[in-house]
């Protein structure tokens, strides 16, 4: 056993301990560090969320508060209006529709409030398409066409409804000519509701296989950027809250809302084109005047036994 003096053992313990106390000095100087970088790197993190969620905000609230801009040259009214030969009639040389308004005394009025989504227009639009084509292209009935959007909530966050719509401003404003023909291409590839429908792309497919409408053209930007989105929403709710152009109706009852010289035709799915050609003699009062084209077939689509109810109205379809 080795001897050491007294006073050399107590230096080496104390020099341990101040070793050992120095070690742990470092420590805590070194955990403080961190803890205060992280606290720096929390600051700053939740700062730039901050930021991000104020940046957020304040788009959502110019967006919203931006007006919806001009709609469409030729729907004025919130509608187009196609007469003679399915073409599109000049908003200017045309007064503004009314409850008996039409083109001369033997000229039917015949309006349409539709949604691209609802099955029941779908099956309207099936059922009589050919016979109103026959009424416009002779020159009897003039056809007013409104889209609007009152499903946009069900197509799983999509807002197929609202694009749809916008697609057919987007043609009412480029190609008007064309509008009867795109109006029936769309139903043609209408989507099962609650299914997220067609893609913008697909929309672009179906309106510019449309003769008249030509692909490349600005129709297909429009679909894209969703020009008239803003007006589309406007317009349904304005028809929802009550402002139908073309009827003394106070109240919107749904879609697909018919309307002949005014009168509101009390359309079910179980609606015959026979019953729809009866109503329209009748609402003209002039049987002789009234061609009577050949019916068109019952719709083989199945569609839901019950009108599109007419949802609370909301800032969008938004």
């Known amino acids: 056993m080795t001897n050491r003096p007294e006073g050399s053992a107590r230096d080496e313990r104390n020099a341990r301990r101040a070793a050992a106390r120095e070690r742990a000095q470092r420590t805590r100087t070194q955990q403080?560090?961190?803890?205060?970088?992280?606290?720096?790197?929390l600051q700053v993190g939740l700062g730039v969320v901050l930021v991000a969620a104020a940046t957020i905000v304040t788009l959502v609230l110019v967006n919203s508060s931006r007006p919806a801009g001009p709609g469409p040259q030729s729907m004025t009214d919130g509608g187009i209006t196609i007469g003679t030969g399915l073409k599109a009639v000049d908003p200017a040389a045309s007064s503004s529709p009314s409850p008996s308004a039409t083109g001369s005394a033997d000229t039917v009025r015949i309006t349409l409030y539709v949604d691209y989504l609802c099955p029941?227009?779908?099956?309207?639009?099936?059922?009589?398409?050919?016979y109103l084509e026959g009424l416009v292209t002779s020159g009897a009935a003039t056809l007013d066409i409104h889209p609007i959007a009152i499903l946009s909530n069900r197509s799983q966050g999509t807002k197929y409804s609202l694009r749809a719509a916008n697609a057919a401003a987007c043609v009412a404003e480029e190609s008007p000519d064309s509008f009867f023909a795109v109006n029936r291409a769309l139903f043609a590839e209408q989507p099962e509701e609650g299914t997220p429908g067609l893609t913008d792309q697909q929309l672009a497919d179906v309106v510019t296989s449309v003769p008249g409408v030509r692909k490349?053209?600005?129709?297909?930007?429009?679909?894209?950027?969703?020009?008239?989105?803003?007006?589309?929403d406007e317009q349904t709710t304005a028809v929802t809250g009550g402002d139908i152009p073309g009827s003394d109706l106070t109240e919107f009852p749904g879609t697909p809302l018919v309307l002949v010289n005014g009168q509101q035709y009390p359309y079910s799915t179980a609606s015959t084109n026979d019953e729809f050609r009866t109503f329209v003699v009748s609402a003209a009062g002039a049987t002789e005047a009234t061609p009577t084209p050949t019916p068109s077939s019952t719709p083989t689509r199945s569609a839901r036994p019950t009108r599109t109810p007419t949802p609370s109205p909301s800032a969008s379809a938004r």
């Open 120 to 130: 029941i227009c779908g099956a309207f639009e099936q059922t009589n398409s050919d």
């Open 216 to 232: 490349g053209s600005t129709i297909e930007s429009c679909i894209e950027d969703q020009r008239y989105g803003k007006w589309v």
């Open 32 to 41: 403080k560090r961190r803890q205060r970088g992280a606290r720096i790197g």
